[in-house]
């Protein structure tokens, strides 16, 4: 945070002009002439309420199995006066921001990953039987790693090969590379979606029961246990929102989820904060995303 920041406009140096009426530190960029304060290109520009305040009501929303209104009844407790629409809201502003966290201080994946998909309810649509309508349900198609770090997710209105090859390649692309295996059960749509991922990818047959498979000259126990405590700890929380209003938006709260998940484990962020000289605080949270936000 000694650093002046960049332009949110032309990315150029600027240099420091006072601060303003909230007593927030206003720049100037060399270049263009665009003036901002010290919150612009951060999660926390546009708001008015303190940073902590805002990282805590986001995280405790997404991580955990709470509603907006649990989460912000709680908060109350402590003093944090936040509407749960704000709540609500908040998780998109970190997305972009943990993305470039992940991508800098890489999460690497490991070679053997894990596929299935879950029933995740999305809306509901009239219906002369039932009088709040009848509910509609997508699916949730979710590739872990053997660590059990969510590589990529996908909510799909059907249960089809395409829908599989799209979670798998997004899988790719976050990777940057295809596994070694690939454990899944023994839905037909699999057999030809797993060829997304190439010849070299070894397709494992596999449920609850282990399978001894070859890898890296020795042999390692695979089963899809890893992926189904997976979903059985993201349904209290799909349950607390009442499914998604959306397959748009219920897609872009899981590609958040995973972030959260990925990153906000104590060790890994410890060692993140770490490179920064900073602590595993909340003030400590707030400085890392002040000084992430030029990467």
Not at 188 to 198: E, I, S
Not at 263 to 290: A, C, N, P, Q
Request: charged letters at 35%.
């Amino acid at each position: 945070m000694c650093m002046n920041p960049k332009c949110p406009v032309c990315e150029s140096d600027s240099w420091k002009i006072g601060f303003s009426k909230c007593d927030r530190r206003r720049y100037k960029c060399k270049s263009c002439g665009k003036k901002f304060n010290e919150r612009a290109g951060t999660p926390f520009h546009w708001l008015y309420k303190p940073e902590e305040e805002v990282i805590t009501a986001t995280v405790m929303y997404v991580k955990y199995p709470l509603s907006s209104y649990q989460a912000s009844e709680i908060l109350g407790f402590f003093g944090m006066d936040i509407s749960p629409s704000a709540i609500r809201d908040w998780p998109q502003r970190f997305g972009s921001h943990l993305k470039k966290i992940a991508k800098n201080y890489e999460i690497k994946f490991s070679k053997v990953w894990h596929v299935d998909e879950k029933f995740t309810p999305h809306k509901r649509e009239s219906s002369p039987k039932k009088k709040r309508g009848k509910r509609k349900w997508a699916y949730q198609i979710t590739v872990l790693d053997s660590k059990g770090d969510v590589v990529a997710s996908y909510l799909s209105p059907e249960r089809s090969t395409k829908a599989i090859e799209k979670a798998l390649r997004r899988a790719k692309d976050e990777a940057g590379f295809s596994p070694d295996i690939i454990a899944r059960d023994d839905f037909p749509a699999y057999d030809k979606a797993v060829k997304v991922l190439g010849r070299r990818t070894k397709d494992v047959h596999t449920h609850f029961e282990e399978k001894l498979i070859l890898h890296d000259d020795g042999v390692i126990p695979v089963s899809n246990n890893r992926i189904e405590r997976y979903h059985s700890e993201i349904a209290p929380k799909i349950r607390s929102m009442r499914g998604v209003k959306s397959l748009k938006s219920g897609d872009q709260f899981f590609q958040i989820y995973k972030r959260f998940r990925n990153l906000f484990k104590k060790d890994r962020l410890k060692k993140i904060l770490e490179r920064f000289k900073l602590k595993l605080t909340w003030s400590g949270l707030v400085k890392m995303f002040y000084l992430t936000r030029d990467l």
